[in-house]
């Protein structure tokens, strides 16, 4: 594996442009101010109820992700370059939905292959033919970046379905500003704090044609057992809308209304945070006691705005990432402006005898897996491990892409020895509402906390960092 | 706002209020407990706390013995008692986390970190009559805290007239079970109402309600069964009094039909319970029979809870 980019320190030893007033100010910081602050940190999140659950574990139902008062600082340069790629894969997600759900060019064109859509469980045929306002699918993208050096940002991942993590974003830059505020007033930080007015106006945007002036919009989530209900509390808050549950709504003559101490009550948009799956057991798991019966009748007469669509998933799957770049091409007629990972499809014999062969070096996934878990990290695997996963791919080769072992660039960060480097990834978070796509500059950034480790996902030891984009 | 918000709001505060009640309830026990046998008669009064707290019955599929130990430990930190000190807690900010949005930060902040107390010093339960005490203390800071920060912070709207609708509910509920145990079950049947044992649990029903020192103040007398009763079911100046309580709910009922243009069945219920609180007096009481006026009392006050839970909640 090659060594990683470290963002803050040339392979000379000197620091970074964006990186100089940082690093002058740690070597002044005393190591112990540096611990005082991340424990007074951990205190501020405790205290505010920042947390999350992890799936199957009882005793610790509600963690908190650690955070990392580090920094990780991204240049306005290099700001306006991930901007445009990413407004740029956000336009070809939407455009591609928008064509597999009515005249299919792409898979005419042989772009694409049609069993990848038409087998694929998160396919949504419900939604064939079905027009969104203003054929924006994806409001709300999350998409995973990854360095590998000064030059190229490659994206990892396309979340285009219930993408989390931005009141991280959000909060971790409120505890920074009060912990730091020296370090502060010695950059120029862009803001942050304009998100949830900008995703509200965004989901009003899209209000269907028989809401009123004033739309009503409302958070749906699956409740407080979710493992991001903070956020949803959060954002509710933020954007001064109602949080709703399922049993909260009630759908009468295909118009969704909320149970309110006044009566029932129009909702026009929903920003929903329930998986498609679960939103209506009429017409997906009827065992759903999460979703609102009808909601998808009243989302096909025209009278609600889901917010992301319901079907995005065959967009921001592992199987469809491989087509990005040809997808990005396809519609705009432009070179993908942010990299795709190098991947094997498992599914193609060539390349499945490929991975077969280099098993060893290659990270493979799940197609339908997130969260970091199903997936073989090759370079750290036992031997037991790796010979479990090839029988794994023998019997079912469509169900999984290898991609090269990547160095992720590195950060500094707190660690119990002191300051050491550690792998990152980022997560910007893209708004596309009725004729504006916007993206606050900054984003989520993951550090794996564990030495070497290239995991960054909080269920499995990553932590946080404020992300801080220079305004200069 | 939303029904399930509006409903959050009240079982918080119900939840709230009734562990400080429980709080309040042992450490009256506890007082009265030490005195010595001579001054408090034969009866049990752990039997009467758990009376009180309305969980007799399933105390004793846990239990045999209604004694110091096992009746604290099940009022206060007892997993499968939904009403232990403990559980209300924990109910307390699950309705919290699920409302957050609903709350200030200061009543936020007070129920998590109470809830996090919980956990970190309270995990194992209390030893020793002193650890005891400080468990207590900590219960009835925490609903004080609350109350006040709601109070002190909340925007006056229907929020936080939910909030006090359900506080005020379980509060009247409360005062009531207690007159209703000590008029009831533990006055022996051979001995008239004010008999001498009885000097000292009147004592510790006035602790658990907060007013021993409220007493003197209104009264300036010795302690007098008929008095007390004056004083938790008819005096409005004591916020823990029937009258007062229900002063409370119609002026909260009031402010929410106002706010919604629209009075109903709630606002109406609750109106004629306050009446007949006002045009009672304590001779007509006691010569109805105080239980068959409080058996009723509690029956009205738990209907009201179902009319707004009927009109608003669901």
Redesign the interface.
Known sequence: MAVAFDEMNEPGGDVRQAYQELSRWLKETPPEALEYRRHEAELLF??I?ITFAVYGEAEAQERLIPFDVIPRIISAKEWTLLEKGLKQRVKALNMFLRDIYHGRDILRANVVPDDLIFQNPVFRPEMNGQDVPHDVYVHIAGIDIVRVDANDFIVLEDNARTPSGVSYMLENREIMMRLFPDLFARHRVAPVERYPDELLSCLRSVAPLSASAEPTVALMTP??YNSA?YEH??L??KLGI????G??LIVKNDEVF?????GLKRVDVIYRRVDDDFLDPLTFRPDSALGVPGLMSAYAAGNVTLANAVGTGIADDKAIYSYMPDVVKFYLGEEPILKNVQTWRCREPQDLSYVLDHLGELVVKEVHGSGGYGMLIGPAATKATIEAFRDKLKREPEGFIAQPTLALSTCPTCVASGLAPRHVDLRPFVLTGRDRTTIVPGGLTRVALKEGSLVVNSSQGGGTKDTWVLDE | ??????ENLYWLARYVERAEYLARTIDATLRVTALPAAYIGKTNEWESALLTAGVSASFYEAYSEANEQNVVEYLSFNQSNPSSIKNCIEAAR?NA??V??ALTSEM??TL??SW?ELQEVWSKGTKTREELARFLRFVQETSLRFDGSAYRTMLRN?AYW?SRLGLHLERADNTARILDVKYHVLLPEDEHVGGPLDYYQWTSILRSVSALTAYHWVYRETLKPWLIADLLILNDTLPRSLASCYGNLVRNLDQ?GVA?GRQGPSQRHARGVRNRLEHSNMDDVFQRGVHEFIQEFISDNSRLGEIITKQ???
């Open positions: 405790r205290r109820g409740g407080i209900y509390s959060f509710a808050d109602e949080l709703v549950e049993r909260d909320m149970r309110t101490t006044e | 706002m939303l029904s399930r918000t509006a699950l986390r699920s957050r949005t936020w902040d998590n970190g996090i229907d939910f929410i919604y608003y909640l669901i």
